[in-house]
């Protein structure tokens, strides 16, 4: 049985800050992807699927890691936040397993390939189908909404318990910036 801590290691931390930073970067060239006809949409486009594998690939270790290495729960939580938590923290890692996947479905549906940062190329396992590349495509696309929503709802919390709680939920998260005392 793993050892609950009452915060979070230099692991579990790179790996929030590494996803966060990742989904943002997805995001970003997710918003200025040109039309298909542009001469840049190509590379573009590389880079938005590349950054949405990595998202891929570290929030499947960060949920291993978060199984192997449980952080005790918040005890300032009221019941509703407690809820709250939980359901926000399950629909984030939903949305980012979904996303990628999807991504990667359509993608592959369209007969595109996945070029990992113009490294690895790994084809395109699937036959073309247009019919039903649409509706993963639509999955898509509300996942980024639902980024939108449950990340700012993530980040709102999290503000909220540092500057009105004060209870230290978002320090959890947050590189120690003093040394800490023996014993912690």
Do not use: C
């Not at 192997?68 to 407690?82: D, K, Q, R």
């Not at 009105?164 to 910036?177: F, N, Q, S």
């Amino acid at each position: 049985m793993a050892r609950v801590s009452g915060h979070y290691g230099v692991a579990a931390k790179l790996l929030h800050w590494a996803v966060a930073l990742l989904v943002l970067a997805s995001l970003l060239y997710a918003w200025s992807l040109p039309r298909r006809s542009a001469p840049d949409y190509g590379i573009v486009l590389l880079w938005h699927k590349s950054f949405g594998m990595a998202v891929l690939v570290l929030i499947a270790i960060r949920l291993i890691w978060r199984h192997a290495n449980p952080v005790a729960p918040v005890t300032t939580l009221t019941p509703l936040e407690s809820r709250a938590s939980r359901t926000t923290h399950a629909l984030l890692y939903a949305i980012m397993l979904v996303l990628p996947i999807s991504g990667y479905l359509f993608s592959s549906l369209e007969g595109q390939h996945l070029d990992l940062f113009g490294l690895v190329d790994l084809g395109s396992p699937l036959a073309t189908d247009r019919g039903l590349s649409r509706p993963i495509e639509a999955v898509h696309k509300l996942g980024q909404w639902a980024v939108y929503g449950v990340v700012g709802l993530h980040a709102l919390a999290a503000l909220y318990h540092h500057f009105i709680k004060r209870d230290g939920v978002l320090a959890r998260m947050l590189p120690r910036m003093a040394r800490a005392p023996a014993g912690d």
